[in-house]
C-alpha cells in the first residue's frame, strides 16, 4: 500500500509540476529546467541561493519566470530521462546541479538550449566546454573545487590530527571524475607524505560499512571528498564520524554546521547564487559560449569546536586564527 501511495503521489505530483509549466509556458513565461542529482532535502538552501541570483538579474519564479525541478533523490540513472524530457519541452535553461553527471546528461541530451553547471568536475576534461575562459558552445557554469584545494585542506587535517599516521579518504567511485579527483588526492598525499586509505560509497546505505572498514584500517581520521552523495548525507555522515570519533574534514560549511569536526572550501550556497546571476544572464540574452566558466576565487576554513571538544581535540592556534568561522 506504502508503495502504491508513493507511487500515485509522484505522478501526482508530476503532473501539477507539469501543468505548471504548461501554463506558465503558455503564458509566455521562460522556464528553466533545474536538474539536480540530488535529494530535493538536502538542496533547500542551495535553490534558495539559486533563486536569490536569478533575483539579482530581475528574475522571480512565479511572476516572471517558472522552474521545472527534476530530483534524482540518489537514483542517478534517472538523469538521462529527466534531461531528455527538459530538452522535449524546450526549457529555455537547463541548470545541471549536483557534479558532473547531471551536466553530461543534459549536454547529450541537447547541443542548443543553454546550460549552466555547477560542480567539481573538470568541464573541459569532460568535454563540456573548450574551454574555461572561451567555452564555445552551449554549456557554461561555476566551479566549486580545484586542485590547490586538496593539498589545503589535507594539510589542515595534518595540523589538527598530526599524530595520525593514517587518513582514510571517502570517495564516490561512480563520480564521473572519480578518477581524476583521486589522483588529486593521491597527488596530495604524496607531496604531504601522508599514508591514506580509500574507502567507497556509491549510496547513503553505503555509510555504515564504509565506517566499519575505516575501524578495522585503523585509520585515525577521515578526508570526505567532495560529492553531491555526502553533501545530502551530511546529517547521516557527521553522526556516524561523531558515533565511532573519527575526526573528519569535509569540502563544504554546511557538514560542519551538521557536525563535522572541520571543512575548507567554496561557499557552495554562494556558487549556487552565482549560478543563479548566470541563468538571468543567458534569460535576457547572452550566450554560454560568451560566459567564463567561474573559477573559485575564495576559500573558508569552518572549525566546529563543539565536536572538536567532544573528540577530545585541541585545535591547534595556527589552525584557529586562520578559520574564517568558529562554530561554538
Known amino acids: 500500500m506504502t508503495d502504491r501511495r508513493t507511487f500515485v503521489s509522484g505522478v ?80 529555455a535553461v537547463i541548470v545541471a546541479t549536483g557534479g558532473g553527471a547531471p551536466a553530461l546528461a543534459a549536454r547529450a541530451a541537447t547541443t542548443s538550449i543553454p546550460i549552466v553547471f555547477t560542480g567539481g568536475t573538470d568541464p573541459v576534461r569532460a568535454g563540456l566546454v573548450a574551454s574555461l575562459g572561451r567555452p564555445g558552445g552551449n554549456a557554461t557554469g561555476v566551479l566549486n573545487a ?4 586538496t593539498v589545503k585542506r589535507l594539510a589542515f587535517l595534518r595540523e589538527v590530527v598530526p599524530a595520525v599516521t593514517l587518513i582514510a579518504v571517502l570517495i564516490n567511485p561512480a563520480n564521473t571524475d572519480a578518477q581524476g579527483r583521486m589522483s588529486e588526492i593521491q597527488e596530495a598525499a604524496r607531496t604531504l607524505g601522508q599514508q591514506i586509505a580509500v574507502v567507497e560509497a ?47 574534514s569535509y569540502s563544504f560549511r554546511d557538514l560542519a554546521v551538521a557536525g563535522g569536526l572541520m571543512s575548507y572550501g567554496v561557499d557552495l550556497p554562494d556558487v549556487h547564487r552565482q549560478a543563479g546571476v548566470y541563468t538571468g544572464r543567458i534569460l535576457k540574452g547572452a550566450k554560454p559560449a560568451d560566459l567564463p566558466v567561474l573559477q573559485p576565487t575564495k576559500f573558508d576554513l569552518v572549525i566546529n569546536m563543539k565536536t572538536a571538544k567532544a573528540l577530545g581535540l585541541t585545535i591547534p592556534q595556527s589552525v584557529l586564527l586562520r578559520a574564517e568561522e568558529v562554530i561554538q
Open 146 to 149: 580545484g586542485n590547490a584545494l
Open 12 to 91: 501526482a505530483g508530476g503532473l501539477v509540476v507539469w501543468l505548471l509549466a504548461a501554463h506558465a509556458q503558455r503564458q509566455g513565461l521562460p522556464v528553466i529546467g533545474y536538474l539536480a542529482n540530488a535529494p530535493a532535502a538536502a538542496f533547500t538552501n542551495y535553490v534558495d541561493a539559486f533563486r536569490r541570483g536569478l533575483g539579482e538579474m530581475g528574475y522571480v519564479e512565479g511572476q516572471n519566470v517558472a522552474i521545472e525541478y527534476r530530483w534524482t533523490e540518489g537514483q542517478r540513472d534517472r538523469l538521462p530521462g529527466f534531461a531528455r524530457d527538459l530538452a522535449d519541452r524546450q526549457v
Open 202 to 248: 556509491r549510496n547513503a546505505g553505503d555509510l555504515d560499512h564504509v565506517f566499519a572498514t575505516i575501524m578495522q584500517t585503523h585509520a585515525g581520521a577521515l578526508f570526505v571528498s567532495d560529492h553531491p552523495l555526502f553533501t545530502g548525507a551530511r546529517t547521516q555522515l557527521t553522526a556516524l564520524a561523531a558515533k565511532y570519533a573519527i575526526p573528519a
